[in-house]
């Protein structure tokens, strides 16, 4: 008891010990990791002589009205010479009608691989990519989701325009609809948060993953990857898994330009969007050892920081104004750096709700991420 004694008139000390490492570690990666795409000065493919033939790959699952509603954007680019593959897998609606008025509408552009339902068989998206990818007559794949929309007629020639020398992997951009309501704001903040991050890191040459919504790579990649044999057992990584095993330092551009942004539509129950995080986090156990740490540093350093700083506050009273300079100098370093980042990926609006987002998103994450980590299921 008396050593107990001794120690705890320090404890607050501590503390602050203990805040200020996590706020230079939070630092780190706001100024030197984020910072490399605020100051990244966005490029336009499009007008580029650079135009491969492509394949566009779109697979779905009873996706009949984004069906009618986007895939005429995506039928009607403005590039010279491309297909698109839509794998209708096991859909039960009325895909396969309207797919079909499609293909005589667009006879010479669009190509139906279709899945049949197996009593005894399961299968995730990895197959119906990869029968995808298989009918694909050309090298240059583009990837996006059918509840997708370009937001501009010359998203493809950004897309393959980035398919510049050397250049296997091209890492684009899909924010959500802007809508009403604090959840879209949350996942429009953790899509904006996501892409900023490996976008940054793609820059700094160490690309992790990618977003199979606006993805662009090589066939000859993914065949001698041996597509996603790695890690099929799972349900997601059709996108973020195939980018981080098959990254290097020089095969990855990125597209960011506004004409290369797709938009889809975000989950409306906040039961539907934990289902969808908890898949993506079943993906990131899989990540290379040193991409598991640093992302993993970042999220635990964030988390600790908030949970120090209120520890501080409560035990420290009479200097709140110690860690109050920590939370104002943190804040102040986000908006002097996703100011910038914010606008180039056209989400200015979220900068007002920045403290309170930021707050929730990680613990909220986190929680996530600690239920479903270990889940393995190979459904859509």
Not at 74 to 95: A, G, R
Request: net charge positive; charged share 20%; aromatic share 16%.
């Amino acid at each position: 008891m008396a050593t107990f004694e001794q120690i705890l008139p320090y404890f607050p000390h501590a503390l602050i010990g203990v805040l200020s490492i996590l706020w230079l570690i939070q630092l780190y990666y706001i100024l030197f990791v984020y910072g490399k795409l605020a100051v990244y000065k966005v490029k336009s493919y499009a007008d580029t002589e650079n135009k491969p033939p492509v394949s566009i790959i779109i697979c779905a699952h009873n996706e009949q009205e984004n069906i009618k509603n986007f895939l005429p954007t995506i039928l009607e680019q403005d590039y010279p010479e491309f297909e698109v593959i839509l794998v209708d897998d096991c859909s039960d609606d009325d895909s396969r009608w309207i797919l079909k008025d499609f293909c005589q509408q667009y006879p010479n552009k669009l190509r139906i691989v279709e899945i049949k339902e197996h009593v005894r068989l399961k299968h995730s998206k990895k197959f119906a990519v990869t029968l995808g990818i298989k009918a694909a007559k050309y090298e240059h794949l583009v990837f996006t989701d059918a509840d997708c929309q370009p937001q501009s007629h010359r998203w493809l020639a950004e897309m393959a325009g980035a398919f510049t020398s050397h250049k296997e992997i091209v890492l684009g951009y899909s924010p959500y609809f802007k809508q009403q309501g604090f959840l879209n704001r949350l996942i429009r903040f953790e899509t904006t948060h996501t892409a900023m991050s490996y976008l940054a890191y793609a820059l700094k040459r160490n690309a992790y993953m990618g977003v199979g919504r606006n993805l662009a790579y090589t066939k000859t990649l993914f065949f001698e990857g041996k597509g996603f044999n790695k890690h099929m057992h799972i349900k997601s990584g059709d996108d973020d898994l195939f980018v981080n095993h098959n990254a290097t330092p020089t095969n990855v551009n990125i597209a960011i330009h506004p004409d290369a942004q797709v938009y889809s539509v975000p989950k409306m129950t906040w039961r539907s969007y934990y289902k969808q995080k908890s898949r993506h986090s079943g993906a990131s156990v899989l990540y290379k050892g040193r991409h598991k740490r640093m992302l993993g540093t970042q999220l635990v350093s964030a988390v600790f920081f908030y949970i120090v700083l209120i520890a501080s506050f409560i035990s420290y009273p009479t200097c709140w104004y110690i860690p109050l300079a920590f939370y104002g100098t943190r804040l102040l370093a986000q908006f002097f750096i996703f100011t910038p980042v914010y606008r180039k990926l056209q989400v200015s609006d979220l900068l007002i709700v920045l403290p309170f987002l930021d707050l929730f998103y990680y613990f909220y994450i986190c929680i996530n991420g600690l239920f479903n980590r270990r889940k393995k299921d190979i459904s859509w």
